[in-house]
């Protein structure tokens, strides 16, 4: 069967240029310019453009990149729009500036001093003082254990006033361990422990607050921790871990998705 | 992190290549490349994740030429034909050595949206549903500006004249 009945179009036409035809339809409208010199030509005449085109810039495409474009050498600027986020180099020090959605996060890059993460983001650092003292927990690391997931879910969104998840982060290495409820000022917060076959742990701070809208992530590195945070939906997040950047990263993307629905948690 | 570069650095020289055709001058381009990485680093956890990762740094690419352009009051984007001399390996282009209209002169004589269409899907392969993303217009409107590109250049290459000319060299 030769299939494709539609009448050639200009679409064609730049398909069989672009070379982004089936074999079948192309063979149709070859067959349907020979009997159209004019417009043959035209196409040759096209195709032979686009080889000069590709050839007279392909030169560039070739050379080695510049260092300065290499992705370990880039830093988000200032005079970007919204919030950036980029984890530097282990010996960066944290240095948290968060405004509201169109805030900033600005980076000690070298030396500075050691300072403390500022004020401006309590939730980061209640969710990092919170890691440091319950990680280390070898008998009550939680007060609700995973094999409770449906009390604890229920419990904590009950006590927050907000629906709280449990992502899943099976596909990362890490388990859900259980989770507890932390005092945030007059309200409260849910925290979620993971951990790893190598007893990494790590945890998901959330509460209510800190805006409506939509950040991006902010990271925080304060001595051996780092944390990833951001608010969406009315929530604040935090996922902190003794853990690669990248890796966290990754967690803290997977959380998100899961958490705004947009990828299954496979609860 | 390196997995972010892993991504990521694949893609340069196709930021290079295109920035280059855009701007025609090589220290900008880069500049412009440069931005296009710190902006996409910025938003990385805001892109969508089933999204192509190509057409969305073209798209940031692209965006922030705009907003140069604009800025600059285009004033900063024609180029004097000095410029040419620096793109590199001239030599590439056989005709041009013989005498033969450099196609990239003829490329910036088009309006904009017919130069980003053309580079876009002739030089970095993107399809045509990947350049309607880049451009934010839909897939008839590629395929239209394509056709008038491909007419001004031909025409470009036949006669030295599109019948738009922006500048005359």
């Known amino acids: 069967m030769s299939g494709d009945p539609r009448p050639v179009g200009e679409d064609d036409l730049h398909g069989l240029i672009d070379g982004r035809l089936e074999p079948e339809r192309q063979a149709l409208v070859e067959a349907w310019l020979a009997g159209n010199p004019a417009r043959a030509a035209e196409i040759s005449a096209d195709r032979a453009l686009r080889e000069r085109l590709r050839a007279r810039l392909a030169p560039i495409a070739e050379e080695a990149i510049p260092a300065r474009l290499r992705v370990a050498n880039i830093r988000p600027r200032h005079r970007l729009v919204g919030v950036g986020w980029f984890p530097m180099a282990a010996a960066a020090v944290l240095c948290l500036a968060l405004g509201g959605a169109g805030g900033w996060v600005g980076y000690a890059l070298h030396g500075g001093p050691a300072t403390a993460m500022v004020v401006e983001a309590p939730a980061t650092q209640d969710a990092v003082a919170a890691f440091r003292t319950f990680v280390v927990e070898a008998v009550h690391p939680v007060e609700v254990r995973a094999d409770e997931k449906p009390h604890l879910v229920a419990w904590l969104s009950k006590r927050l006033g907000h629906a709280v998840t449990t992502p899943d982060l099976t596909a990362y290495g890490f388990r859900l361990m259980g989770g507890r409820l932390l005092p945030a000022g007059s309200e409260s917060a849910a925290m979620l422990m993971y951990d790893d076959d ?3 742990r ?23 921790v780092a944390a990833f945070s951001w608010v969406d939906g009315g929530m604040s997040y ?12 990754t967690v803290a993307q997977a959380v998100d998705a899961q958490v705004r629905g947009l990828a299954p948690d496979r609860r | ?19 280059v055709a855009l701007l025609r001058d090589r220290e900008a381009a880069d500049d412009l490349v440069q931005d296009t990485l710190e902006r996409a680093l910025s938003a990385w956890s805001g892109r969508r994740r089933d999204g192509d990762l190509r057409a969305w740094l073209f798209t940031i690419e692209r965006n922030l030429f705009l907003g140069a352009v604009r800025r600059r009051g285009r004033r900063g984007v024609d180029v004097g034909a000095e410029a040419l001399d620096l793109v ?12 033969a209209r450099d ?10 949206d017919q130069r980003s269409v053309l580079l876009l899907v002739a030089v970095e392969d993107l399809s045509y549903a990947e350049a309607a993303q880049v451009l934010g217009v839909p897939l008839g409107t590629v395929m239209s500006r394509l056709s008038r590109a491909r007419t001004r250049m031909r025409s470009f290459l036949e006669t030295g004249r599109t019948g738009l000319l922006r500048r005359v060299k």
């Open chain 1, 198 to 200: 190598r007893g990494t």
């Open chain 1, 202 to 224: 790590l945890t998901l701070y959330s509460r209510v607050g800190d805006g409506d809208g939509r950040t991006l992530f902010r990271f925080a590195r304060e001595g051996d």
């Open chain 1, 238 to 249: 935090v996922v902190t871990g003794r853990t690669d950047e990248a890796r966290l990263l």
């Open chain 2, 1 to 19: 992190m390196d997995e972010i570069a892993a991504l990521i650095e694949p893609q340069i020289p196709a930021l290079r290549r295109y920035a």
């Open chain 2, 88 to 99: 590199p390996d001239p030599g590439a282009d056989p005709e041009a050595s013989m005498g």
């Open chain 2, 103 to 112: 196609v990239l002169v003829g490329l910036d004589t088009l309006p904009e």
